[in-house]
């Protein structure tokens, strides 16, 4: 994990264990607070892997990945029925704790069409390195 956030990575070894190759599964970068998570059960020995990925606006998504290039495929999307996902943010805002020191991430999403400064519902854990599961609910 990297600021709360499952880090997914490719490591190549050769015959000493030795890693010859190493690079991240999924860009970081896609949305500010996600979760990932490879599904149970597959082949060792596929060139790909699938994975799971969803967020507080992305719906459910299962996607292929090279584990050669890492290259990702869609190949399933759930449907929420009258949902547009561009309609909505997610902003992922680092706030300091009273003691000044440690920092807590904080996941804010809202629709675009919200003004700031306006009520908002706060839903919250996280403690020994274990933190909520993002999903859009």
Wanted: hydrophobic share 35%.
């Amino acid at each position: 994990r990297q600021e709360g956030l499952r880090r997914l990575w490719v490591l190549s070894v050769n015959e000493q264990n030795l890693i010859t190759n190493a690079f991240q599964l999924v860009a970081s970068n896609k949305e500010h607070a996600y979760y990932i998570d490879l599904v149970p059960k597959q082949d060792y020995h596929s060139r790909y892997c699938v994975l799971w990925y969803e967020s507080m606006v992305t719906p459910p998504q299962l996607w292929t990945v090279s584990l050669t290039d890492g290259k990702c495929r869609i190949i399933y999307a759930k449907n929420i029925a009258g949902y547009i996902m561009s309609d909505f943010r997610c902003q992922r805002l680092n706030i300091p704790s009273r003691d000044g020191i440690t920092i807590i991430p904080v996941s804010v999403v809202h629709h675009n069409s919200v003004t700031f400064p306006c009520p908002v519902h706060l839903l919250g854990y996280g403690a020994y390195g274990h933190s909520l599961r993002l999903y859009l609910g």
